[in-house]
Every structure is written in structure tokens, then in C-alpha cells.
């Protein structure tokens, strides 16, 4: 009987670590399509990017990393906390980019997509990604650790392999903006050659 | 060089998860996130300079 509920257990600890990497996956792919619609905007509506924009891509693929090593090595809290730490410092990023242009007489950076703007979106999305790691938290029992890894499936090298994709095209989106200096504030917009600088009157 | 050096080091943690380096992956992604928030400090400071 005893042996009858430990098997039970077990079944049902490899279903819900199935589900929670599948969750996780979906969360990287999510993620990398976010990067992929900055660089639409980059390179095909010629927004460039800002030091904060930058910040904000970083704690993007941050957050996937946490997701990755959960993916690699089994659900551990401290990859989680990874993930977390990444989506709060993204958020503080884009609270911060937010507070910036909503000030009076300060230019909104960028065009907007549907109705919000780039960095309102980011604030979103890390706000989500925040909320759905507390419910792997949640969901996550400490058995889980115990439980031999498998091979990586084709859904999770795929994760990988966007990551990978990403980070590189950032690096080079980086190299083009900012050279091997700081990146420096982007005048906003483009055409007029605003200054972000609040003037004094 | 701020940023690209970012990215480098996350591309690096995303490389040594691959090679099954956990703990050196790990210490990576925590020391991206550390020179992350000092860049974002550094950031804060030198535009409330310029409003100052």
C-alpha cells in the first residue's frame, strides 16, 4: 500500500515538473518574441534604441536565463529567484522610463504599438512574468529537485537557440548604437532633433 | 562597451548552462544583475544632474 502511494506521488511529481518546464519554455519563447518585436521596431521602423531600452532587453533575456538553467538542470527556487530578480530590476527600469515622459513638456519615446508605448508594454510584460514565477513558486515542491533530468527535448533546445539568437543580435544592435563607449541618450524624435534634456525656463 | 559587456556575460551564463556548468552560470547571471543595477544608478545620478 505504501509502495502503491509512493509510485502515485511520483507519477504525479513528474506530470507537474512536466507542465511547469513546459510553462517555463512558453515563458523564454514569450520573452524572445518581445526582443524580436523591439528589433522590428529598431531596424524596420529605425527607433533607436535607449541606455534604458537596453537595460529593460537585458532583464528580458535575464529573466529567460533563470528559466533556462530551470529548464537544464530541474526546477530549483534559486533559478526562480533568478528569474524574479531580473523581472523586478526590468520593472524598476521601466517604471523609471515611464516616470521620465510623463513629466510636462517632456517628449513620449518612441512610437506606440497599440495604444502604449514600448516601455509601458515592458512594465506589462515584467509585471507578468513576476506574477507567473510566484505561481511556480506556488506550484514548485521541494521533490522536485530530487528528480533526474531528461535529455533536453527539441521544444527546450529551441529555447536555447533563441536566447542564444537574441543575445547576439543585441550585442551587435549594442556594437552599432554605442561602439565600445557608453551608450549615450537617443534624441527623440528622430526628424526634429529634440533634445531629452528638460529645458529650464 | 557598458552594455555590450552586459550581453556578453548573459551570452556567456546562457554557454555554460549549455555545457551543464551550473554553478558558474549561476554566478554569472547574479554578477550581470549586480553590474545592471549599478548601471542603472549610474544612469539615475547623471540625469538628475542634467535637471539639476
Known sequence: MMKRED??????????????????ALMVYGLM??????????FFKHEAPCP??????????GSAL???????FGIKTKYIAVSLLFSVFGNIVSTRQILLHICPGMPKFGYPVYGLNLYTWAYLIFAFVILSQIILLFFSHAR????????????????????????????ASALIECDFGMCQDVPWPPTENVSLEIKSE | MDML?????????????????????????????????????HHMT???????
Do not use: D
Request: overall charge positive.
Open chain 1, 144 to 171: 522536485l529537485q530530487e528528480l533526474p533530468h531528461p535529455k533536453l527535448r527539441w521544444w527546450e533546445s529551441l529555447a536555447f537557440l533563441l536566447v542564444v539568437l537574441c543575445t547576439v543580435g543585441n550585442m
Open chain 1, 66 to 72: 533563470g528559466a533556462l538553467m530551470n529548464l537544464r
Open chain 1, 52 to 61: 534604458l531600452c537596453y537595460l529593460q532587453r537585458i532583464a528580458f533575456v
Open chain 2, 46 to 52: 547623471t540625469t538628475l544632474e542634467v535637471q539639476l
Open chain 1, 7 to 24: 509510485s502515485i506521488s511520483l507519477k504525479s511529481l513528474k506530470r507537474r515538473n512536466t507542465v511547469l518546464l513546459v510553462l517555463e
Open chain 2, 5 to 41: 559587456g552586459l550581453f556578453f556575460l548573459l551570452l556567456l551564463s546562457v554557454i555554460f548552462i549549455i555545457y551543464q556548468k551550473p554553478n558558474v552560470a549561476f554566478t554569472l547571471g547574479l554578477v550581470a544583475l549586480i553590474l545592471s543595477v549599478l548601471l542603472l544608478i
Open chain 1, 33 to 42: 518574441a518581445v526582443l524580436m518585436g523591439s528589433f522590428h521596431e529598431e
